[in-house]
């Protein structure tokens, strides 16, 4: 017997799946969305037969015809920081290179400094209003880094902020990466490695479910994080990789070398770097975001794709290279900067983002899945690329739950 249905949305005109055994982006049109619980029991055409419950306990949304999209899966942010970056902001506009600001005491060091000198509830309502302006743009599912305490206690209370939200019911779902490598504390190497290797990992694996490092020029060499990933590995974590950023560093291919989850940023990846991560079935993640704000050139979307990767967009929301929480943006920016259709960059903002964190359980609008949903205020679905910098969510569902309602207007 069928679950008996908790929610049920009708009348949408096209209900973008994104589960490929539709085509991309994987269109039914006058279709319903039904859901038991948090989980969908049904996806597909119809208009309601079978499922108009007039009972009270069942909440029911006409969809006036409008689009649905699964809800983005922002797969990469650092979301968990105080403190005020404008500065170099302005300085970077005027001139400023990265690395001059990183030389100059900016950079990450003076979020580290900020984020230190707040208390664990301080760090976690910032996070709250952060992943709350996320939720509101149509993301379900975050991920939130560490890698601003650097000094292993800090980085605890990072994970530890940010684990408080994501026991929130007006929340995205939250799930937390270990990032110890990010850029090196006061004091000697490789005591610091040794503590990462050891109590650190043992202490995040009860906190994360990823370790990530940022193996490049001027913070971290390969064999440094080659170190930490196998002992995180050990310890229950999987690895992910801050890969090619600002220089051909070898990131891509120890993340393939180590069966990691995802590689991300990868900018300056050749095309065997691609082929390595395709072959070993690594989620390239782009930040075109971040590419943006930084200059150089733009992520490798069309050549991850052509290479056969699975591929995932996300904000890599961060007071220093990146601040925003809005997905629609990265897959405007997917489109304009990183080579993918719009179709393709939809894809990668929900079911890519899903593989890119390894949730097999979301990403995708289908039977059995979570029913993480946005209903669009437009009737076309492209609109959430094309209509740049809009905010076109009406109405979010997140495990099956109406959680932010939009205002706004509709989008033409
Ligand atoms: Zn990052």
Request: charged share 20%; with cysteine.
């Amino acid at each position: 017997m069928i679950a008996a249905p908790t929610l049920v949305v009708h009348n949408i005109g096209a209900l973008v799946t994104c589960d490929p055994t539709h085509g991309e982006p994987g269109i039914v049109s006058d279709a319903m969305l039904v859901a038991s619980g948090s989980e969908i029991i049904y996806a597909g055409r119809g208009r309601g037969a079978g499922f108009s419950s007039p009972s009270a306990d069942v909440v029911d949304i006409d969809a006036k015809g409008a689009a649905v999209i699964p809800g983005f899966v922002d797969a990469h942010t650092h979301i968990a920081w105080l403190g005020d970056r404008s500065a170099e902001y302005a300085a970077r506009a005027a001139g400023a290179t990265y690395e001059e600001i990183a030389r100059d005491g900016g950079g990450i060091r003076r979020t580290v400094q900020s984020t230190a000198a707040g208390t664990v509830e301080e760090v976690s309502a910032a996070v709250a209003a952060r992943a709350r302006r996320m939720l509101e743009h149509g993301t379900t599912t975050v991920e939130v880094k560490s890698g601003y305490g650097l000094e292993l206690g800090a980085e605890m209370r990072q994970l530890d902020a940010a684990l408080a939200v994501a026991v929130g019911d007006d929340m995205p779902d939250v799930v937390t990466t270990y990032l110890p490598l990010h850029s090196l504390p006061e004091g000697d190497r490789e005591e610091f490695l040794a503590e990462v290797c050891g109590p650190g990992v043992r202490e995040a694996a009860a906190r994360a479910r990823f370790c990530d490092v940022f193996c490049e020029e001027g913070a971290f060499t390969v064999e440094e994080c080659r170190r930490v990933l196998v002992a995180a590995q050990r310890a229950g974590l999987a690895a992910k990789v801050h890969a090619e950023q600002r220089t051909n560093s070898g990131g891509a291919r120890l993340a393939a070398a180590l069966g990691a989850v995802s590689a991300d940023h990868l900018e300056h990846a050749d095309a065997d770097d691609l082929r390595a991560l395709a072959d070993a079935g690594v989620t390239g993640v782009l930040l075109p975001g971040a590419a943006l704000v930084l200059g150089g050139p733009p992520p490798p979307g069309r050549r991850l794709l052509a290479a056969g990767a699975t591929v995932a967009v996300a904000t890599d929301c961060n007071p220093g290279t990146c601040f925003s929480e809005s997905m629609p943006l990265m897959v405007s920016l997917a489109v304009a900067t990183a080579g993918l259709t719009p179709a393709q960059a939809l894809v990668a903002a929900t079911s890519g983002g899903a593989a890119a964190l390894r949730l097999a359980d979301r990403g995708m609008l289908r039977a059995g899945l979570r029913c993480d949903a946005v209903i669009l205020q437009t009737n076309q679905w492209i609109d959430v690329a094309y209509h740049l910098g809009a905010n076109l969510a009406a109405t979010v569902i997140r495990a099956g739950r109406v959680v932010a309602t939009g205002g706004g207007v509709p989008s033409r």
